[in-house]
Structure formats: structure tokens, C-alpha cells
């Protein structure tokens, strides 16, 4: 893939497959599910490959989507995209940083935790959980996203359209490009660069926010820029 010349030009992705690490939770499935309608071959990973491929025969046969457990959907996918629980997330990143060299890894894990208050975010040692996957991840080219998209749109029959800007971080311009293409490749979804992969922690804190948001007005609200 060639360097875009405008901000707002993206590179074909048409043909990239996309492995989901934790892709039998509800946000996993969901985004499964809608890259899967645009075309792509998905590989949803679990820690056992039967609940796995029972997560892709639910998404339904029409869908190119399967099951692995999560090392062979890491090796499967031309971008792994990471939605597991916070808790787990080091540890498995640990586990396949060998199978994740050279990949592009899509980290949408948002550290947060709650109480009788409501949700708020957690702190993070490396700042983010993004930085975690970065620093556990040094060969592989990540880059943080889909935090804000809710999994009751995106696994809803009756949304055609998901009306959503999602943010895009890191600090390779080419790996932020194809994740923002992959973005854009959801209907009514537009992928925005939002910074440096050290500016992921207020993204992914912003999550609580939506959370409460959601909560007051029973909606499932996303975010969307103005003026780009």
C-alpha cells in the first residue's frame, strides 16, 4: 500500500482478512458480524476453538466468518483486531507475541471498572491499554480503535446504517490509514485519525462517559467530528 496523498483519501482493503481475538464476546461478535457483511474473511478467536466457531455459525452461514482458537485466528488474519477483557489482556498478548510480529493489531480494549457510581477508568501502567499492547507487542504495528462502537448497533438486524465516527491512534500512518479504511468499510462508519498512540488513554476513558450517557437517556450513543 502506497502513502495516501489527502488525509481524507484511504487505500483499498477489499481484501484483507480480520482475526478478532475475543470474538465471542459481544463487541467481538458485533464487529465480526459487520466486516463480514462488507466482504471480509473474519476469523473469530477464542480460548477454545469450539466456542469459537459456535460464535461464527451464530453470526449465520451466509457470513465468511469461522472459528479458531486465538493463536491460530492471531496467524489466520492480515489484521487481528483485540477485544478481550481488560484482565486477560496482557497475558495474552504475551502468549502470541510471536505469531503478532509484523502484524497489524487493532486494540480496542477500554480499562474501566464499576462501582455502586457507575463506570470510570482505570489506570494503566504503560498509560493506555493500547501502550500495554504496544510495549508487549514491540514487533507488531498497533494501533487503537472501534472503542466507541456499541455491540447492540452493530449486532442489530434492523441497522443498516451504524451513524459512528471512530477514532484511529498510533504512530504508523499507513497501519492508522488501513484501520481507518477497514472502518469505512461499515456502513455509515467513517474512520477519523485521532493522534498519537500516546493519546489512546483519554480515548478509551472517554468509554465511561458513553457509558453513562447511555445509561441516562437508555440509548447507545457513539460520537461523531465536525469540519474533517
Not at 491499554?129 to 487503537?144: C, F
Not at 479504511?181 to 476513558?205: D, F, K, S, T
Amino acid at each position: 500500500m502506497t502513502q495516501q496523498s489527502s488525509p481524507h483519501d484511504l487505500p483499498d482493503v477489499s481484501g484483507l482478512s480480520v482475526a478478532v481475538l475475543g470474538g465471542t464476546g459481544d463487541q467481538g461478535r458485533g464487529l465480526a458480524r459487520r466486516l463480514a457483511m462488507a466482504g471480509h474473511e473474519v476469523i473469530l478467536g477464542s480460548r477454545s476453538a469450539e466456542r469459537a466457531q459456535a460464535a461464527a455459525d451464530e453470526l449465520g452461514a451466509d457470513l465468511p466468518v469461522r472459528g479458531l482458537d486465538n493463536a491460530a485466528a492471531a496467524a489466520a488474519g492480515d489484521v487481528v483486531v483485540v477485544a478481550v477483557p481488560w484482565d486477560g489482556h496482557r497475558a495474552l498478548l504475551e502468549s502470541l507475541k510471536d505469531v503478532l510480529a509484523g502484524k497489524i493489531v487493532v486494540d480496542c480494549v477500554n480499562p474501566l471498572g464499576f462501582d455502586k457510581r457507575g463506570a470510570y477508568a482505570l489506570p494503566v501502567e504503560e498509560g493506555s491499554a493500547a501502550e500495554q499492547a504496544a510495549a508487549v507487542l514491540p514487533d507488531s504495528r498497533v494501533v487503537a480503535a472501534f472503542h466507541h462502537v456499541s455491540a447492540v448497533v452493530l449486532l442489530d438486524p434492523e441497522v443498516t446504517e451504524v451513524d459512528l465516527d471512530v477514532l484511529v491512534l498510533g504512530d504508523d500512518r499507513e497501519a492508522t490509514d488501513t484501520v481507518r479504511a477497514l472502518a469505512a468499510r461499515i456502513p455509515g462508519v467513517r474512520g477519523v485519525y485521532g493522534g498519537r498512540l500516546r493519546n489512546a488513554h483519554q480515548v478509551e476513558a472517554f468509554t465511561a462517559n458513553l457509558i453513562s450517557i447511555n445509561r441516562r437517556y437508555k440509548a447507545h450513543a457513539g460520537i461523531r467530528i465536525t469540519d474533517v
